[in-house]
C-alpha cells in the first residue's frame, strides 16, 4: 500500500512583527521585550560595569542585508548569574533582564542595535559571551550562536565552547569594540553563507 509522503517543513519567517516586535513597528500592543536587556541607568548593584551597545547586521549568502530577520540575546549579568524561571529576585530589583529581541526591519540599513551590560563569566571555563538566536525566512529553525568580546583575550583562550571552534573560523564569533563619543560599543555582523559564514551551533 503506498503512503503519502512527509510534508515538507515551513520555514520559521517571515514573521508577524506585531507577534514579536509590535511596537518597534508601531502596533499598538505592548512587546514582551525589546532592544533594552537593562533600564535607562545602569542599576547601583553593576555600578562598575560597562553599559554597552551591539550593533550589526545580518547578511545571506549572497552578502545582501537581511531585512526583515529578528534576533534575540540572552545573557548573563555582570556577576555571571542568568535569570531564572521564576524569575531571579536580584534581577529584577536591579531592572536587569538579560533577554531582549529585535527586528531588523525599522532601522537605517537595517541595523539592530541592543543596550545592555558587559556579562561575567560564569566559571573559568566560560569567557564573557552573550547567546545569540536569529530567526528569519528560508531557514528551517531558529539558528543559534554566540557572541564573545574582543577585549577579553585571555578569557577567550580558556573557553571550552570558543576553543572547540575552528581556530580559522573563531574569529566570527569575536565582536570587536569600539568607542564613540563616550559609549563602548561592539560590532557583531552575522553571515549566514559565504567565506564570512558565521560558526552556528546545534542546540
Same mark, same amino acid.
Given at each position: 500500500?503506498?503512503?503519502?509522503?512527509?510534508?515538507?517543513?515551513?520555514?520559521?519567517? +517571515?514573521?508577524?512583527?506585531?507577534?514579536?516586535? =509590535? !511596537?518597534?513597528?508601531?502596533?499598538?500592543?505592548?512587546?514582551?521585550?525589546?532592544? =533594552?536587556?537593562?533600564?535607562?541607568?545602569? +542599576?547601583?548593584?553593576?555600578?562598575?560595569?560597562? @553599559? *554597552?551597545? *551591539?550593533?550589526? @547586521?545580518?547578511? %545571506?549568502?549572497?552578502?545582501?542585508?537581511?531585512?526583515?530577520?529578528? *534576533?534575540?540575546?540572552?545573557?548573563?549579568?555582570?556577576?555571571?548569574?542568568? @535569570?531564572? *524561571?521564576? &524569575?531571579?529576585?536580584?534581577?529584577?530589583?536591579?531592572?536587569?533582564?538579560?533577554?531582549?529581541?529585535?527586528?531588523?526591519?525599522?532601522?537605517?540599513?537595517?541595523?539592530?542595535?541592543?543596550?545592555?551590560?558587559? +556579562?561575567?563569566?560564569?566559571?573559568?571555563?566560560?569567557? +564573557?559571551? &552573550?547567546?545569540?538566536?536569529?530567526?528569519? @525566512?528560508?531557514?528551517?529553525?531558529?539558528?543559534?550562536?554566540?557572541?564573545?568580546?574582543?577585549?577579553?583575550? !585571555?578569557?577567550?583562550?580558556?573557553?571550552?565552547?570558543?576553543?572547540?571552534?575552528? =581556530? %580559522?573560523?573563531?574569529?566570527?564569533?569575536? =565582536?570587536?569594540?569600539?568607542?564613540?563619543?563616550?559609549?563602548? &560599543?561592539?560590532?557583531? %555582523?552575522?553571515?549566514?553563507?559565504?567565506?564570512?559564514?558565521?560558526?552556528?551551533?546545534?542546540?
Amino acid at each position: 500500500m503506498d503512503h503519502l509522503r512527509e510534508t515538507p517543513s515551513q520555514t520559521v519567517g +517571515p514573521f508577524f512583527a506585531y507577534s514579536l516586535t =509590535a !511596537e518597534q513597528y508601531g502596533y499598538a500592543y505592548n512587546s514582551l521585550v525589546n532592544h =533594552a536587556l537593562v533600564g535607562e541607568q545602569t +542599576p547601583t548593584a553593576y555600578a562598575d560595569t560597562e @553599559r *554597552i551597545l *551591539i550593533k550589526g @547586521r545580518i547578511f %545571506d549568502g549572497h552578502g545582501v542585508v537581511v531585512p526583515d530577520a529578528v *534576533i534575540e540575546l540572552w545573557q548573563a549579568d555582570p556577576l555571571g548569574l542568568y @535569570r531564572t *524561571i521564576p &524569575i531571579d529576585t536580584q534581577n529584577t530589583e536591579t531592572g536587569f533582564t538579560g533577554f531582549g529581541r529585535l527586528g531588523t526591519g525599522t532601522a537605517p540599513e537595517n541595523r539592530y542595535s541592543f543596550v545592555t551590560l558587559k +556579562p561575567g563569566s560564569r566559571s573559568p571555563h566560560e569567557a +564573557p559571551c &552573550i547567546n545569540v538566536m536569529l530567526f528569519m @525566512r528560508g531557514s528551517l529553525r531558529g539558528l543559534y550562536t554566540r557572541l564573545y568580546f574582543s577585549d577579553e583575550t !585571555e578569557a577567550n583562550t580558556h573557553d571550552t565552547l570558543l576553543s572547540s571552534v575552528d =581556530a %580559522d573560523r573563531r574569529h566570527t564569533l569575536i =565582536a570587536q569594540r569600539r568607542e564613540q563619543a563616550g559609549q563602548v &560599543i561592539y560590532d557583531f %555582523d552575522v553571515y549566514m553563507q559565504g567565506e564570512q559564514e558565521t560558526v552556528f551551533f546545534a542546540v
